[in-house]
């Protein structure tokens, strides 16, 4: 069982950052492949980005260059560093872990409340 904490969304403008964090419990949190997802206004849960227990990370077209995943395993911590901010970008952010890596939300088992992005014009 893991129960997982999402923190650092907020209001920014456009072109700014943002490190969103997700702390997770458990002790086999390094086991585990945490993904970030994000739902938009009307919109279907969408992927974002995911890393790997070995640190693969892969990531949407959407965000890739703009946006960076990584973990501390030793802080049992997956993290979203988000730059270039774009208005689209404006979701609710959504960690989540698996035991097996994938871009699919519906193969996670584990999720977190959420965090509420907003990034203005």
């Known amino acids: 069982q893991v129960h997982l904490v999402e923190s650092g969304g907020g209001l920014v403008q456009a072109g700014g950052s943002l490190r969103l964090s997700c702390a997770a419990s458990?002790?086999?949190?390094?086991?585990?492949?945490m993904g970030w997802f994000r739902r938009a206004p009307g919109k279907e849960r969408e992927f974002v980005a995911a890393i790997s227990w070995s640190r693969t990370t892969s990531y949407a077209d959407s965000v890739k260059g703009r946006f960076t995943i990584s973990r501390d395993n030793d802080k049992n911590t997956v993290y979203l560093q988000m730059n270039s901010l774009k208005p689209e970008d404006t979701a609710v952010y959504y960690c989540?872990?698996?035991?097996?890596?994938?871009?699919?939300?519906?193969?996670?088992?584990?999720w977190g409340q959420g965090t509420q992005v907003t990034v203005s014009s």
């Open positions: 989540a872990a698996d035991d097996k890596p994938s871009v699919d939300p519906d193969t996670y088992d584990y």
């Open positions: 458990g002790r086999t949190f390094r086991s585990y492949n």
